[in-house]
């Protein structure tokens, strides 16, 4: 037992910096989100212990931006896969070298030219939610397209050149070989851009609508605008719920599905 | 059959050209010789470039953000490559705890990380300093530099430390002439990764900057939003040089070395090809 705890130690520095600067901010989060807001200085009371933030929730506004958020984050995850999907299938089909340039060009827009990318679309777009949407679709696609990408290149070839083999379309194949088998890659390419399209910030800070705020934007205009921290926080709680859910519930209907279709 | 291959590929690069469009736009503008925000056609110039690297606080927050990256990009690797390089000697379930813990980083969203740091940083002391930046830069960066260096392994590594620790090399031998020269391009593509995804992180940084620390993006997002000019189109584009040049040198370097020890990275399945000659030689004369 002793052997297997002393394996660990290598990553010791990496964990301590997650544990540090994550998880523990994460619970810090909880606490405040538990603070009664401040009555004059300060950005809450000290030493109060209530529930009168999470009543936000139940009030109409908030509960609306929840539901926006999770619109969104839908459209967003449904958006991605629709071309990634296609996008990765195209990548694949390149030559080696061809790879490689197509994908520092995917690549490249949202790593390297994240704020020329957004100041691009605000000059073209009007402000609104196909707009915002748009631009978390840009911030999310590379992503999913390596997830999608990687799946697709550890199919094994000659299973398909047995489906053309055997007499099978090229249609045939992509629907009965490649599709499936490139299930668990579109599962997780839709999962990871849920979770992201859930946390969405930049494409509704910058072509958002004021009224059409997500509810990380949201939290960052009670927290910097109005200086209510507990407020901000306990959104953020809501949001990290929404994001667990997200995280632990699409492979739950995945598995569901499959059950129920046995 | 012809003429459908090229609807495909015209449909494929036309995507991408579609993901390239905005930073396109944006590099155009910079080169504006008047401040409206039309893209020039005929009079060209590198007026705002000049106005840009003249700036105090544009200067301060390039240099800002070059130093966090550079120094996000070094505790990153420094952290990441040891925890990647124990993977293997690990049980199942303490893989998936280590990987699950490193990735966690990427998975919860930027705004609450931030809006929980902003109590952290207050209490620990670091707000407004570059070394609270740093950590939080680097921490942001793990789950990728964790993700290369891990996938990127080479996979005669452990043989090979097995092999000078059976000629006698002590530990601290085996890591100076085995271990780090093997990994030596690895780590360095893993920070080059990080540093650029640093450079570029607007999202926590955008909660935790001050004057003091402001890094380049969280100058730029205010006056993004409220005030665009070709000025700002410049400090976008600045950051975007850098990073292409980075993404270059990244895929460069993982596919040189990817060829053997990232097999989905390259098309062909390594696993049942014969080693070339330079290849046996190469691994023989490692001591």
Redesign the interface.
């Known amino acids: 037992m002793k052997y297997r705890v002393s394996a660990l130690l290598p990553a010791g520095p990496a964990l301590a910096m997650v544990c540090g600067l994550v998880i523990g901010p994460l619970l810090l989060l909880i606490r405040v989100s538990l603070y009664e807001p401040a009555t004059g200085r300060g950005f809450y009371t000290p030493g109060t212990l209530s529930f009168t933030n999470y009543a936000a929730f139940a009030d109409g506004y908030l509960l609306g931006i929840a539901g926006f958020t999770v619109g969104c984050g839908l459209a967003i995850a449904t958006m991605v896969l629709l071309i990634a999907y296609p996008l990765g299938l195209f990548l694949s089909s390149l030559t080696a070298r061809m790879q490689l340039i197509a994908l520092g060009l995917i690549l490249m827009p949202k790593t390297a030219g994240l704020l020329a990318m957004l100041f691009g679309l605000q000059r073209w777009l009007p402000r609104g939610v196909l707009a915002t949407l748009i631009a978390e679709v840009y911030l999310v696609l590379p992503y999913a397209v390596i997830v999608i990408y990687a799946q697709l290149l550890n199919l094994d070839p000659t299973l398909r050149a047995a489906a053309r083999g055997l007499g099978a379309s090229s249609w045939q194949v992509f629907r009965r070989v490649t599709l499936p088998l490139s299930m668990p890659g579109m599962i997780l390419a839709f999962q990871l851009g849920l979770m992201w399209g859930l946390g969405a910030f930049l494409g509704p800070l910058f072509l958002g609508r004021p009224n059409e705020t997500t509810l990380a934007v949201e939290l960052h205009r009670q927290a910097f605008e109005y200086g209510r921290w507990p407020l901000a926080a306990t959104e953020a709680v809501g949001l990290l719920v929404l994001v667990t859910v997200a995280a632990t519930g699409v492979p739950a209907v995945v598995q569901m599905r499959r059950v129920t279709r046995c | 059959m012809l003429i459908r291959k090229r609807v495909?590929?015209v449909?494929?690069?036309g995507?991408?050209v579609c993901?390239?469009?905005?930073?396109?736009?944006?590099?155009w503008?910079s080169f504006s010789p008047d401040s409206f925000?039309t893209p020039p056609t005929t009079a060209w110039s590198f007026k705002w470039y000049v106005a840009c690297f003249q700036d105090r606080r544009w200067m301060h927050a390039i240099l800002q953000s070059l130093t966090v990256a550079g120094l996000a990009a070094g505790l990153a690797v420094?952290?990441?490559a040891?925890?990647a390089?124990?993977m293997g000697?690990?049980?199942r379930t303490?893989q998936r705890f280590?990987s699950f813990?490193?990735l966690?980083?990427a998975?919860?969203?930027?705004?609450?990380?931030?809006?929980?740091?902003?109590?952290?940083v207050h209490v620990t002391g670091l707000w407004g300093t570059t070394l609270g930046m740093v950590?939080?830069h680097?921490?942001i960066g793990?789950p990728i530099g964790?993700l290369i260096i891990r996938t990127c392994l080479p996979e005669q590594l452990s043989e090979l430390e097995t092999a000078a620790a059976g000629l006698g090399a002590s530990q601290p031998e085996i890591l100076r002439r085995v271990t780090l020269p093997l990994l030596a391009p690895v780590l360095f593509a893993a920070g080059i990764a990080v540093f650029?995804?640093s450079?570029?992180e607007?999202?926590v940084s955008?909660?935790l900057a001050t004057p003091n620390n402001e890094t380049?993006?969280a100058v730029?997002?205010p006056q993004?939003?409220y005030s665009?000019s070709p000025l700002?189109?410049v400090?976008?584009?600045t950051?975007?040089i850098?990073?292409?040049l980075?993404?270059?040198i990244v895929?460069r370097i993982l596919?040189t070395r990817g060829r053997h020890s990232c097999p989905?990275l390259?098309?062909s399945p390594p696993s049942d090809r014969l080693p070339a000659c330079h290849e046996i030689r190469q691994v023989s004369t490692v001591p």
Request: charged fraction near 0%; charge should be positive; glycine fraction near 6%.
């Open positions: 495909i590929s449909l494929g690069w995507t991408i993901l390239l469009a905005p930073v396109l736009h944006t590099v503008v925000l420094a952290t990441a040891p925890a390089w124990s000697n690990l049980t303490q280590v813990l490193l966690l980083p998975l919860i969203p930027p705004a609450a990380l931030g809006i929980g740091l902003l109590p952290l950590l939080v680097a921490t793990l964790f650029v995804l450079l570029n607007s999202l955008i909660f380049l993006p730029v997002w993004l939003r665009p700002v189109a400090a976008s584009c950051t975007a850098i990073g292409t980075g993404i270059l895929l596919v989905s390259t098309k």
